[in-house]
Each structure stands twice: as C-alpha cells, then as structure tokens.
C-alpha cells in the first residue's frame, strides 16, 4: 500500500512552491494544488491523511473543500500561519 499523502491548497504560487520545498525537505510525502477540480480528483483516489488549506483561500472554496475531506474521512487543517510554522503544524496533527 502506498504511503498516505498530504495535499495542500492554496492560491499564491509563490508561497505554494515555498511550501512545496519545506515539506519535501522534511520527509512529508505531500501534492501541493491551486485548482480545486484537480484537488478534488486527487482526493478522490483515497491516498490523502491531511489535507491543508492555506489562509489565502476563499471562504465558497473553503467549504466546499471541508464537506468534500468530511465525506472522505480526511483530516483537514487550515493554515493562516506563515510557512515555517507549517511543518511543526502538520506534526502536531498528524502526531
């Protein structure tokens, strides 16, 4: 079984590939996304545990992306810290 992965949302693509490079330089097996119907799909293939939305993303997108991880029985953690709090954020989550 693959490992399960963490997905994060956000709408800056600067901050995206910011965090991209953090997560990945820690070991966290993660997919950044900044379109919605992509992330979606991706949820849908069952391989996510946590899925992170950034504090730059707008409140319609935000709902649906939490009914969406709530019927997927997917841990969710919105983020409005600055990246290098993300990581000791995730951990705590994840444990």
Known sequence: MPT????????????MALVDQQLKAVGI??????????????????DAKLLVIGGGVED????????????????????????AQLVDNISGVLG
């Open 4 to 15: 399960k992965r963490v997905y994060f949302f956000g709408r800056n693509a600067a901050m």
């Open 29 to 46: 097996n993660a997919v950044g996304h900044m379109d919605e119907q992509a992330l979606l799909a991706d949820l849908a293939k069952g």
């Open 60 to 83: 319609d997108a935000r709902e649906r992306l939490r009914a969406a991880s709530q019927r997927l029985d997917l841990l969710v953690l919105e983020h409005f810290g600055g990246p």
